[in-house]
């Protein structure tokens, strides 16, 4: 089957600049063929920001009429706007969504904050870790009797945010592209945050998942999920959830399974603590060549600068690099229609509407 540009090749996107998850949302949408327009305010350079690539960069003054103006007109000729910042700003420039859908009423507005348009919290700043801790979700990243533990920036920013900003932009066009009515597309983190944790808090109600976190079986309670310590001082993942998958780890570790009952759950601790003595008999790599192609549910635990030259990632190509920045690669994967990296490029916005008004997307 011929390649064929990313599965999005059609979409027209503009984007105002902004940090964190709207730019992800944006490097997903144009790693996927968007077409997008970044607009930012003049003399602010993209730098080496690698979430920033495959865009147009046109710069504009928000404040004078002619940088509204060549927003009008982006937001005329496109599918979709995404934004950033805090709740009434874009009305205040008099590009709100009343202003932008009377000039396009197809266009998808989408809007990115931290505690969503609307609620007593709307025009609090914050920052990822505020975001989590009220979705409930940073409260359960902890181990028993220790403090709760922000996972880098990737449940609010990222998975919550940028991410769930970006599904919901292709859901709101596919209703446009059908209907002619574009829409208002709220993506708060605090919102998405929650949303990543549902799984949970159908576990609790089924009576699977205990108040006390660092106690159940996916926080670190349990000894067949957990991380432990290696003679190097590096560490492995134990993954063994499954009885056939637990089974292969007691083999592989030569341990008597009738002395190791998975879920007696009062000799958790003990049994974890006897299997971070056996993990820190042997290197991490050594564990790792033991484990190699087992179904043990066990993997060395690398760090960012180590995962490129993984074999698994090496065979996948799951590392590209942008710039001069070895970066992830981008996911999903289309048969037909492959996603790719692209550089980016300045213009002006009159270049973006001729371009856009010749009908060549990309």
């Not at 009062?266 to 179904?295: C, H, I, M």
């Not at 999903?332 to 980016?344: C, D, E, H, L």
Request: aromatic share 8%; proline share 7%; hydrophobic share 45%.
């Amino acid at each position: 089957m011929r390649a064929m540009p990313g599965p999005l090749s059609d979409l027209r996107i503009v984007e105002m600049a902004g940090i964190g998850p709207g730019p992800f949302a944006g490097m997903l949408l144009a790693d996927m063929g968007a077409d997008i327009v970044r607009v930012a305010r003049p003399g602010d350079s993209a730098g080496r920001d690698v979430t920033l690539r495959g865009r147009t960069h046109v710069e504009a003054d928000l404040k004078t009429d002619e940088g509204r103006e060549a927003v009008l007109s982006l937001a005329g000729a496109a599918d979709a706007l995404i934004e950033g910042f805090r709740p009434g700003v874009m009305e205040r420039l008099g590009l709100g969504p009343g202003e932008l859908l009377a000039v396009n009423p197809r266009l998808v507005y989408g809007r990115m904050t931290g505690f969503g348009q609307e609620g007593p919290m709307a025009s609090m700043a914050g920052h990822d870790i505020n975001y989590i801790a009220i979705a409930g979700v940073l409260g359960s990243i902890r181990r028993s009797g220790e403090r709760p533990l922000f996972p880098l920036n990737l449940v609010g920013d990222y998975g919550g945010g940028g991410m769930l900003l970006a599904l919901g932009v292709v859901c709101a066009v596919l209703h446009a592209r059908s209907t002619g009515e574009g829409q208002v597309v709220d993506a708060a983190m605090v919102d998405g945050a929650a949303l990543l944790g549902t799984l949970f808090h159908g576990m609790r109600a089924n009576g699977m998942w205990g108040g006390e976190p660092g106690a159940n079986v996916l926080d670190s309670g349990a000894h067949f999920y957990e991380v432990y310590e290696t003679a190097d001082g590096r560490f492995m993942s134990v993954g063994a959830l499954e009885p056939q998958f637990y089974a292969e780890l007691l083999a592989r570790l030569e341990l008597p399974a009738d002395e190791w009952p998975q879920w007696d759950r009062d000799n958790w601790p003990r049994y974890k603590q006897r299997l971070a003595d056996v993990f820190r008999a042997r290197t991490r790599d050594e564990w790792a060549a033991v484990f190699d192609g087992s179904d043990a549910c066990v993997a060395p635990v690398l760090d960012m600068f180590e995962a490129p030259s993984h074999p698994n990632n090496i065979a996948r190509a799951g590392f590209v690099d942008v710039d001069g920045v070895t970066v992830p690669a981008p996911a999903p994967r289309f048969g037909a229609t492959p996603a790719q990296t692209r550089p980016s490029q300045a213009a002006t916005a009159a270049d973006v509407q001729e371009r856009w008004n010749g009908g060549s997307a990309g």
